[in-house]
């Protein structure tokens, strides 16, 4: 029993060590970095509490209190709700902090660079927390992660929008032969992959024999977006490129295969899974971990976006002047704190914010998901719905971003 204390000890000593070596070692550089290795261990612990909570959950008597015990499923959403609440309100709280901080020589600059083990141990204390609120806030915070998790897609599509449009221009600008040829190049491919993906939708999600036609109106609707995105570009007025309209265009044809790839298996125009409907751990595993990579590399570059929020102002002039002259070690000193940040902290953080509740939905089919499904990642008829009208909102965006210079040439977009 003394050896076996002994040995716990030293393993709990080594795990600390091991956690104080892993957090001093997280630079300026790399703090975004670890940001993002938070956020995906939030996802990961989301998913084991799915799998294993739900009989630990069942006799808990603040949150079974019911007359009747729930299905099994409602206490897997509940569990990643509450983990997800936990991280939503960990980087909101970062969120707030961070308001207003515009260069280095701000103190909240270094909170947000350092202190990570303070940080890791209030991130564990918020997430067991969420374990000891009532019902009710889980069934509030589920609501509003729908509105969130829209606003997080829209972000997305920004994002796609701000780097196709980026692509096109730095290209352009070369103007060398080499550049032209390879914008038209890309553009063929993207739109070969385009039209071969529509048919495979088709023959995928339109079988022979069974009345699919709401699957049929959303692969006529996104070839159609992909008609109108060619016209639109070529059109004398709008003077567009034709790489951002074909890169949109798969884009749109993706959503949509995303959108009917997240239909109940048992649903009959379902092709993708007609002949198996048992899905293996691995290809959960890789669904997941392709969500993961998804909505931190969203979160990474919307939070370093120019786009949605130009980074902040250099400080004033001579409001950091000192009094009396300094030697060259602390006027350099002085200049690297006063350099003003390359991004929005706070706006870095709301984003992970938003990415928490979107995950949520993910690993949950929107609460919507009951049976199978609640075993699957994004699997239901909510996740349908959403995708398809994220793809309808991308087309939107776009052919607002060809028409607005000419509806509002005085203005700059």
Known sequence: MWAASCLASCCAACACNACQSVVSGISR??????????FALS??????????????????PWINHFHQTPDREWFETDAVLRVSLGNFLFFSILALMMVGVKNQ????????????????????LLVIFMFFLPNEIISFYET??????????LVQVVLL?????????????????????????????????????????????????????LNTFFIVMTLIFVFVFAVATLHPAVGGSILPASVISLYCMYLCYSGLA??????????????????????????????????????????????????????????????????????HEEKENAKPVSYSYSFFHIIFSLASMYSAMLLTGWSSSVGESGKLVDVGWASVWVRIL?????????LWSMVAPILFPDREF
């Open 29 to 38: 550089r790399s703090a975004r970095i670890a940001y993002c290795g938070l």
């Open 43 to 60: 996802l990961i612990v989301a998913w084991i509490l799915r799998e294993v909570a739900a009989p630990l959950m069942e006799k808990i």
């Open 105 to 124: 020589k701000d103190p909240r600059d270094s909170i947000h660079h350092g202190g990570w083990m303070m940080k890791i141990i209030c991130w564990c």
């Open 144 to 153: 509003i992660s729908k509105f969130g998790s829209g606003l997080f897609l």
């Open 161 to 213: 929008l701000d780097f196709v449009h980026s692509w096109n221009d730095k290209w352009v600008g070369y103007d060398e032969q080499f550049w032209y040829i390879a914008l038209l190049v890309v553009s063929l491919v993207c739109y070969v992959a385009t039209f071969t993906f529509s048919g495979l939708l088709f023959y995928l999600f339109s079988p022979s024999g069974n009345d699919c036609g």
């Open 262 to 331: 997240s239909e109940p298996r048992d649903y009959a125009c379902n092709g993708l899974h007609k002949h198996s409907k048992a899905v293996s751990t691995g290809r959960l595993t890789v669904g997941l971990l392709t969500t993961v990579l998804s909505v931190v590399y969203s979160a990474v570059r919307a939070g370093s976006s120019t786009t949605l929020l130009s980074p902040p102002s250099s400080p004033r002039a001579g409001a950091g002047k000192p009094l009396l002259p300094m030697d060259k070690a602390d006027e």
């Open 390 to 398: 994220t793809g309808w909102a991308t087309a939107a965006l776009f």
